[in-house]
């Protein structure tokens, strides 16, 4: 209940800030971009450092990095609802993500430490997982009742409660725990890993406005592709690297890997676009915007358990495939977004892509963390939990550049129109979900996850036998 506690709160966060982005816009006058990078600024900072986060608390441990976790997010939201302008706010959303990045990952690590038998570890993770779909139940109404009503910079304030009670609980239930053999700091790792991530969202994301071709832009694609290529030959000879590469030797870990970036740039482009989409193109207030979202967040919040209780009992390829087809489904029946387009047509394919995204939570992440040593909990979940922000970033970036070289001089009159090839993107998503899905469970693919175990794990054999 406690790790479940943290994850909601950056739940809220995240379907909050979108619902609030039209009015923060008209606030501070903010063009498209603007947008993304109080969405991606957030996201950007946590998948960079979630990985870190995972194994300083297996060095220094679990519970403290969890506590100064929940302490700096609450701090960073308390200074977002007063933020002066565009720019602060993004600074003060980094502070956010800075908190955030220490929760989720050490959260999954204290709940793999727990709860050591598969079958349980798998269902425990489903109702984990279910908590995404609360905060997107909760975040949508709640966040907008507080935009019309109180103003945008209130949505922040809701944060803070709960992270002091997820404080105290932490410090009164949460026993300490550390991996056996400390872990060094990849300080050349983690610096490759943020100046990738920055680069690359950063010219996506500026591409629109300063032009493909710009040599601003050329220059932060060609860092992002230098520095990838570094990192994965730095990370090949450090002892104890950032990103261990042999996890990728397993077939399912892989492939949890992408589908996890697939399925969260799938959820991030669709919060960004219908967020847009209900308020600006249909006239929506805040409120009514983010109740018309219910369907799918009902749905995210439903199927998880039963996705994870699948998962227990027999793998994970059932709740991927319909995963897959799930979302692709919702994502295609909102590709032909107009301005008129009926609200039962929108509920609908709201619902679906609710079921799809209900199910793919509990299956990535029991293959990031199965088969894994122990002492490295923290290490593989922040594998999974990076691999999801890292889509969420992208999902924001590449939609929204999309939507921005289609729209008219900035205005939003055509945002339906220009949203299209957004949709398409996101159906490819969903479809490379479907395909890994079926690739990442085949005996083929379990053959490699067992090698990549006993390679990784000398016990894991004697344990898998016994």
């Known amino acids: ?33 603007g947008l993304q990078w109080t969405v991606d600024a957030y996201t950007l900072v946590l998948a960079s450092l979630l990985m870190l986060s995972g194994s300083t608390a297996d060095r220094w ?28 706010l993004i600074l003060f959303r980094i502070l956010q993500a800075v908190g955030g990045s220490m929760l989720n990952p050490v959260a999954m690590s204290i709940i793999t430490n727990t709860f050591t038998d598969a079958r349980e570890r798998a269902q425990a993770i489903g109702v984990w997982a279910a908590v995404i779909g609360v905060s997107m139940a909760l975040g949508p109404v709640v966040g907008g009742s507080l935009v019309s009503s109180i103003g945008w910079r209130s949505i922040f304030w809701i944060n803070v ?20 053999v400390a872990r060094k700091v990849d300080v050349a790792g983690q610096t490759l890993m943020v100046l990738f991530l920055a680069s690359l969202t950063y010219g996506i994301i500026e591409a629109p406005d300063r032009g493909w071709s710009s040599p601003l832009i050329i220059g932060a694609l060609s860092i992002a592709m230098a520095s990838f290529v570094a990192l994965l030959v730095c990370e090949k000879r450090v002892a104890q690297p950032l990103i261990h590469l042999q996890f990728f030797r397993s077939v399912p870990f892989a492939s949890a890997t992408l589908i996890a970036v697939a399925s969260f740039a799938a959820l991030g482009g669709f919060l960004f676009l219908n967020t847009l989409y209900l308020q600006d193109v249909r006239g929506l207030s805040a409120l009514r915007a983010g109740v018309y979202t219910l369907p799918m967040a009902a749905m995210t919040m439903i199927f998880p358990p039963v996705s994870g209780h699948m998962v227990g009992r027999r793998g994970s390829r059932t709740p991927l495939i319909i995963a897959g087809v799930a979302l692709s489904l919702g994502c295609v029946m909102l590709v032909r977004l107009t301005s008129t387009t009926p609200f039962t047509w929108l509920f609908v394919a709201y619902g679906i892509f609710g079921v799809g995204f209900g ?59 220009a949203s299209r090839a957004g949709w398409w993107v996101l159906t490819g998503c969903a479809v490379a979900i479907l395909l890994l899905g079926v690739v990442g469970t085949s005996a083929w693919a379990r053959a490699t996850a067992q090698r990549t175990a006993e390679a990784l794990n000398p016990e894991y054999l004697e344990g898998h036998t016994r």
């Open 1 to 33: 209940m406690i790790c479940s506690m943290s994850l909601l709160i950056v739940g809220l966060d995240v379907t909050i800030v979108n619902v609030a982005l039209p009015s923060i816009g008209r606030d501070f006058s903010a063009p498209l971009s």
């Open 61 to 88: 441990g679990r519970r403290r990095t969890f506590i100064i976790g929940l302490s700096t997010f609450a701090a960073g939201s308390l200074l977002c609802s007063v933020a002066p302008n565009l720019t602060t």
């Open 161 to 180: 409660p709960i992270g002091v009670l997820a404080i105290v609980l932490a410090l009164r239930y949460i026993p300490e725990s550390k991996a056996p």
């Open 359 to 417: 199910f793919v939570n509990a299956p990535i992440t029991n293959a990031a963390v199965s088969g894994m040593p122990r002492a490295q909990a923290g290490v593989a979940a922040g594998v999974a939990s990076t691999s999801r922000q890292i889509g969420q970033t992208l999902g924001v970036a590449v939609v929204g550049a999309l939507v921005s070289s289609s729209l008219t001089k900035g205005h939003l009159a055509n945002f339906a129109l």
